[in-house]
């Protein structure tokens, strides 16, 4: 009974701790998959056991492999993630998944706190799979990139993952993040040293610039137009680097036969 009373202090003050933790960058789901947790079996198994077989028919029926190379854009406004196959020559459309929900406005995430899902050019490599995520399964974006950092932009563990809750995340849903992280997870695993994710605030190429013209993020947004269109004309992910605090977009030619 002494110990038990003991131990109750303790507890408490846990709890008082936990309730005066504040709220920044560090999203509220990110956090989650970042604390150390007891492992609940391997998930990515047994997600890719549910849904590899049905992946592996339907990529064949489009003639291409499990496992390929796989690229990745998002698009804010009409809440889509994008799954591109590489089929040896470009990539081509897979799959286009519903976002359940992302947070914050159009336009990119500046700091810590702002509830903002990011906007940008990022790769994701093997490392940055979580499949212990408390969100079902999950991926880190890696923001913040080097035009983040450049422009003294600041949060950590963003994330694409399941269910469907989001301060700064996108989400997926269960049954979609089993698709996409097995498709990723496979690439990688064959040999894709890291995949590209670009992020867009919406469809360049249905939304006249006239329509976001005298947006604040215009500049920022013709930037990131660079990478969609070069992607568009050639169907390779193109190289990104930074200069000069902008993007620097080099189209990539496609393989020769």
Sequence with gaps: MKRRWLLLPLAVAGLAAAALWPVTGRTLVARADAAVSTPRG???????ARVRPALERDLAAASLAFGAP???RLFKAERELEVWVDDGR???LFRTYPICTWSGALGPKLRQGDGQSPEGFYRVGRGQLNPHS???????LG?????????????DFLMVHGSC???GCYAMGDAGIEEIYTLLDAALAGGQREAQVHAFPFRF??????AWRQDPWADFWRNLREGHDAFNRTGQPPRIGVAGLRYRVSETAAPAR
């Design 165 to 167: 809750v989001s301060i």
């Design 143 to 155: 923001y913040p990139n080097a035009y983040d950092r450049a422009h003294r932009r600041t949060g």
């Design 205 to 210: 190429d249905r939304r006249p610039e006239a």
């Design 42 to 48: 391997d998930r990515a198994a047994a997600a890719a």
């Design 90 to 92: 470009r990539y081509r």
């Design 134 to 140: 408390q969100y079902h399964l999950s991926f880190n």
């Design 70 to 72: 796989v690229f990745m």
